[in-house]
Nanobody
Framework: QVQLVESGGGAVQAGGSLRLSCAAS????????LGWFRQAPGKEREFVGG????????LYSDSVKGRFTISRDNAKNMAFLQMNSLKPDDTAIYYC????????????????????WGQGTQVTVSS
């Protein structure tokens, strides 16, 4: 099983940018679909976006589409979530997660289908 550690969270003003990192160990991320989730206080965890195992497909929630970008550095065994044009509604704890998928281009949306999770990193956006 892969172990995941997020970093890069922090406090930023609305309109600003942050890049979250997800460092993997134990297994290569090339064998997993990679997802990013977030959970705001008092709200359920929500899917932010995902990257297929092949790296060929990405999928984003409507709330972040056009502002967030997921990428992967295979050599470093890391994944990233670039967040631009941040809004106060983006304030949450962000998690990266990995899911085993049979189809290389499939992106898992349901959190329960993910096998490994990081500890989360806090993102706070002020108005």
């Amino acid at each position: 099983q892969v172990q995941l550690v997020e970093s890069g969270g922090g406090a930023v003003q609305a309109g600003g940018s942050l890049r979250l990192s997800c460092a993997a160990s134990g297994r290569t991320l090339l064998t997993y679909c990679l997802g990013w989730f977030r959970q705001a206080p008092g709200k359920e965890r929500e899917f932010v976006g995902g990257l297929s195992r092949s790296g060929a497909r990405t999928l984003y929630s409507d709330s972040v589409k056009g502002r967030f970008t997921i990428s992967r550095d295979n050599a470093k065994n890391m994944a990233f979530l670039q967040m631009n044009s941040l809004k106060p509604d983006d304030t949450a704890i962000y998690y990266c997660a990995a899911a085993v998928t049979a189809t290389p281009t499939y992106i898992v949306i349901g959190g329960k289908e993910y096998d490994s999770w990081g500890q989360g990193t806090q993102v706070t956006v002020s108005s």
